[in-house]
């Protein structure tokens, strides 16, 4: 299995620039999530999903939108993007939602 | 709303010495979870622990261990003879159901620094 995976691993975006943050996992979980950790802050949730077809928006979903068309792929899709956005993105999945969450490699997102 | 508070900013300890991460939350439920996860510094997320309200006893797993005290709101984590792998940034972390939304609410993490 390779669990969660996440691409790309690094990116450096233009002000005003999109893009698509892929994820996917093989573990056939139910529930995904996206964050963003900003330097020295602990996790904030963008959005989640609690399976095929059903997101719904975290704490800060503000310049962002998912979709869930599949169990194995949950994308986070940037419009227009702002400095503000410069963070490290996790994706993350689990069976439940009080279960233990297995997390992606993080994609290192710059925009300047 | 919950919340979850990790006072210490940052630790350093030598090699050896135990050290103690506070955690303390704020949460309005009667039954719920608490998690730690490790982040070394190579960046990703290490699931550590899932603890229940329900089970207050203290929970050990070789030199790491955990106590869970609901009378003031806390869950401790405690590494006995830390070793230079500890060295990472250690993250507390509360789980929120409202009707339909969920929620992880994340403390800030305290960043663990041993020295050799």
């Known amino acids: 299995n390779a669990g969660v995976t996440q691409t790309p691993k690094f990116r450096i975006l233009k002000i005003g620039q999109s893009m698509t943050l892929q994820c996917a996992q093989d573990m056939n979980h139910n529930y995904m999530y996206w964050y963003r950790q900003d330097p020295g802050m602990g996790l904030k949730l963008i959005y989640y999903s609690v399976g095929a077809g059903i997101t719904d928006k975290g704490e800060v979903p503000n310049g962002y939108n998912v979709s869930r068309s599949t169990t194995e792929d949950f994308p986070l899709r940037l419009e227009l993007a702002a400095p503000s956005q410069t963070s490290v993105y996790f994706c993350?999945?689990?069976?439940?939602?009080?279960?233990?969450?297995?997390f992606g490699p993080g994609t290192r997102l710059t925009v300047l | 709303a919950q919340k979850v508070t990790q006072a210490q900013t940052e630790i350093s300890v030598v090699e050896k010495e135990d050290v103690t991460l506070d955690c303390v939350y704020e949460?309005?439920?009667?039954?719920?979870?608490l998690f730690w996860y490790k982040q070394p510094p190579s960046g990703e997320l290490v699931f550590l622990i899932r603890?229940?309200?329900?089970d207050e006893q203290n929970e050990i797993s070789g030199r790491y261990s955990w106590n869970f005290q609901k009378s003031t709101s806390s869950f401790n984590f405690t590494i006995t003879a830390s070793q230079v792998v500890d060295s990472a940034v250690y993250f507390c972390?509360?789980?929120?159901?409202?009707?339909?939304?969920?929620?992880?609410?994340w403390g800030a993490g305290t960043k663990l620094i041993i020295k050799p």
């Open positions: 993350a999945s689990s069976t439940e939602f009080y279960n233990e969450q297995f």
């Open positions: 972390a509360l789980p929120e159901k409202r009707d339909s939304n969920y929620q992880l609410i």
């Open positions: 603890r229940n309200s329900f």
């Open positions: 949460t309005r439920d009667t039954t719920y979870y």
